[in-house]
């Protein structure tokens, strides 16, 4: 999950947009927990397998893959919000010791703790060199690609990890490519220039890895570049609310439409996740890899739904009952705070429940061949309550002291830094600065 940092003072927008933020993490992971239930317990098979077992249920399972993508979206914005400001309104820029402390806290720990009990309690009789324990904690998973039980969905920690390191880069080229011209307009505009790229990229790199050489799940479809569109599109976001920011009576045209029609964008958003259901160009229902037509399709389909799902949710003074009810009450804020360990642990909890691990005293076997040992009811019961659990036990005593200890020792540094200042004046924090990135 990700939690803006603490300025001298938070507007009540600012507060009821971050209460928001955490209710779609929230949201979200749950979508993902029930749509790996689902493929895990034979709710979607692959089209081998005859008409979808479950009828609708298998469609809108199957359509549930876009679940993800607002996590991606929400890294890009807020991660780059406070590079933006300090472009295009000459703001304190973020210090990259603090920045990668921060990225590094909230992301690497949590997961290490993941990777030691799935190698302990899954993974052991697997064990067979010093490179199969390093591997993971090196995030090399996905280069080197090897199935871990227990840490199928972590695909993504490398490609956030890496997305960490790149940012500072990407807002150093956009800073040096607005900074050749005077007109806010003008520079936003050379600032989307590598926001274009991004997401060419990552229709070009998805239809590439469905080509019919590459074959079904290669190990470069788990490489970070067909994500790329997703942190730009959120990159792009933060853009358009620094200047929104700076100068209310400029809106941009896309926030001053999702603050006259708010539903209107999530009517949108609803629209692409039933467009995903029925799999253009592909078979309903089903789990198929695809042409590089079909993918494109859906890879458009995942962009337009994290999009419109988001626009609402982060252009200024832009609500509705709808979506305070649904994502600020207490139950969903919750969900978003623990969101980080309910995406790393429901899959422990799966295995643990099927029975497959070396704990059991037997090599692991994925979750794809296990399909039919469980309902899709008792797995997502079960799930769900253990990774509640799970998440919350780490949240509260693993996540959030180690993100505490990391304020404590910027804090400190930056008092240092003021007290050898011979100017005696400390800079000020940045108001709404990230301090923890979603995954």
């Known amino acids: 999950m990700t939690a803006l940092g603490t300025g001298s003072t938070v507007r009540p927008h600012d507060k009821k947009r971050i209460g928001s933020l955490d209710g ?6 749950m979508v993902v927990v ?30 549930a893959e876009v679940g993800l993508g607002p996590f991606f979206i929400l890294s890009g914005m807020l991660l780059y919000k406070p590079f933006a400001r300090a472009t295009l309104g000459g703001a304190r ?94 520079k936003i505009r050379r600032m989307m220039i590598p926001l274009a790229v991004m997401i060419v990229v990552g229709f070009l790199f998805t239809g590439y890895m469905h080509m019919e050489s590459m074959g079904p799940w290669p190990p470069e479809y788990w490489w970070p570049f067909s994500r790329l569109g997703l942190f730009g599109i959120g990159m792009g976001m933060a853009i358009l609310s620094v200047r929104a920011e700076q100068s209310p009576g400029e809106m941009p045209a896309l926030y001053r439409l999702a603050i006259r029609r708010p539903n209107l964008f999530w009517v949108g958003a609803l629209v692409a996740y039933l467009v995903n259901c029925t799999s253009p160009l592909g078979k309903w229902g089903t789990w198929d890899y695809g042409t590089p037509q079909f993918a494109m399709l859906q890879h458009i389909s995942f962009l337009a739904f994290a999009f419109l799902l988001m626009v609402p ?69 079960v799930v769900v309550a253990g990774t509640l659990v799970l998440a919350t036990v780490s949240y509260y005593f693993f996540e959030r002291p180690l993100l505490n ?18 100017g005696g004046s400390r800079p000020a924090v940045e108001e709404n600065e990230p301090k923890r990135a979603s995954v």
């Open 313 to 381: 949710l982060v252009a200024p003074d832009a609500s509705s009952p709808l979506m305070d009810r649904v994502l600020t009450n207490r139950p969903t804020r919750f969900l978003g705070r623990i969101s980080y360990g309910i995406y790393l642990w429901h899959f422990v909890v799966m295995y643990l429940w099927f029975q497959s691990g070396s704990i059991f005293g037997a090599p692991p076997v994925p979750a794809a061949f296990l399909v039919g040992k469980v309902g899709f009811w008792e797995m997502l019961a």
């Open 24 to 29: 779609v993490r929230g949201l979200c992971a």
């Open 93 to 186: 820029k973020p210090v990259l010791g603090e920045f990668f402390l921060r990225r590094g806290l909230r992301l690497m720990p949590a997961y290490w703790l993941l990777t030691a009990v799935c190698l302990l309690l899954l993974n052991f009789s697997s064990i067979n060199s010093i490179w199969y324990v390093l591997r993971p904690i090196l995030l090399m998973q996905d280069y080197d690609y090897v199935w871990y039980a227990g840490m199928d969905p972590t695909w993504t920690i490398p490609t956030e990890a890496q997305f960490y390191l790149v940012l500072p880069l990407l807002a150093w080229l956009m800073h040096w490519l607005a900074g050749r011209v005077v007109d806010p307009a003008r």
């Open 405 to 422: 200890w990391g304020e404590r020792v910027i804090k400190k540094r930056r008092d240092a830094r003021s007290a050898a200042d011979t």
């Open 34 to 63: 029930i749509t790996h239930v689902a493929f895990s317990t034979g709710v979607v098979l692959g089209s081998e397998s005859g008409p979808p077992q479950k009828g609708i249920w298998s469609i809108l399972s199957v359509g």
